[in-house]
């Protein structure tokens, strides 16, 4: 079981549609909005619970068993003690953001518990010897799109890239409350 948290944001978007189409989990998405949710839903996720209000509570209340795997796409710093109490023993935790408190991974250490950190460049700025590994990828996730397994994730096209349109987009991302992708173009 993965629960997914930032389900409606530009990662969590392409990533409740990988999960579907790759894994066959049972998803577990976060929302918080009536709009959310239905984004989510409409991606691939067979349960919504609102990020806003405590997660295990939530998760038990679905009565679908524990959670294996958490994507934490978002806040890592808020719901990681959250993670460590409701994954299940040798449960994963993936984050790609960067909390700005610390985390206390001892936290993880009772139930053999595993973290990792996903850095979309890291390959490309360390010259890493599976260089090619990211060609493989994206084939794989344009063979998906060809198939029709993944959609579009754009939730905003804001037009050309001027000063204007950049504080909207801003504006857009600071509230909280945008879903999917925010498109500039003219760069």
Do not use: C
């Amino acid at each position: 079981m993965l629960l997914v948290v930032g389900a409606a944001g530009g990662v969590g978007s392409i990533l409740l549609q990988l999960a579907k189409a790759i894994t066959g989990a049972t998803i577990i998405a976060t929302a918080s909005r009536e709009s959310s949710q239905t984004w989510v839903k409409k991606l691939g996720a067979d349960h919504v619970i609102d990020h806003t209000r405590p997660l295990q509570p939530q998760i038990e209340a679905l009565g679908i068993g524990q959670v294996t795997h958490v994507a934490s796409l978002n806040s890592t710093d808020s719901y990681f003690e959250s993670y460590t109490e409701l994954l299940a023993p040798f449960g994963r935790v993936a984050m790609i953001d960067d909390p700005a408190q610390p985390l206390d991974v001892m936290k993880m250490k009772p139930k053999s518990l595993s973290l990792h950190i996903e850095f979309m460049f890291a390959r490309s700025m360390f010259q890493a010897a599976d260089m090619d590994e990211q060609s493989r990828l994206l084939n794989r996730v344009a063979d998906l799109v060809d198939q029709g397994y993944i959609q579009t994730t754009v939730g905003k096209h804001l037009g050309t890239i001027n000063a204007a349109n950049l504080r909207a987009a801003h504006q857009e991302l600071e509230s909280g409350r945008s879903i999917g992708k925010i498109v500039l173009e003219g760069f």
